[in-house]
């Protein structure tokens, strides 16, 4: 069973004592109140939004509270593994991002050598030209 949080009320309008919190639709405790008005319902008790007469509509009876409470328990530890995720995806964008760059600076760090390996050739070949020309210079006397 989802573990539930308990606090108190201070507000005339709210039951006093113990409830579960639970979040209406724009993420703000919805508090625990009774119906005052005369009528079948009078003293049913009940969370609402304290704009749920205007513009959130988040009610429910405080026998309903058991599957909400769990759903948005479960709603919150998803909401903190997607934080998670997204922070791991963060980080493993930055180690992307410095592997391409360290690639990036040995792929030039390979051009310079390839073009020194290609001077190095140039100039032995040169030497050995000059020896063969110096070589047929000397037989040919």
């Known amino acids: ?37 005369v009528g079948p319902h009078q003293g049913n008790r009940f969370y609402g939004c304290f704009y749920w007469s205007r513009t959130c509509g988040f009610f429910k009876w405080e026998d309903e509270i058991d599957d909400i409470h769990e759903m948005q328990q479960l709603m919150f530890e998803k909401d903190v593994k997607i934080a998670e995720l997204e922070l791991h995806k963060s980080e493993l964008e930055m180690k992307v991002k410095r592997l391409k760059d360290r690639k990036s600076e040995l792929e030039d760090q390979v051009a310079q050598f390839g073009i020194q390996i290609t001077e190095a050739r140039l100039e032995l070949q040169s030497t050995r030209a000059c020896r063969e020309l110096a070589l047929a210079f000397i037989l040919s006397w």
Do not use: D, K, T
């Open 1 to 37: 069973m989802v573990s539930q949080q308990f606090s108190g009320s201070g507000s005339s309008s709210l039951c006093r004592g113990s409830y579960p919190q639970l979040y209406c639709f724009h993420n703000e405790v919805a508090p625990l109140r009774v119906v005052r008005h």
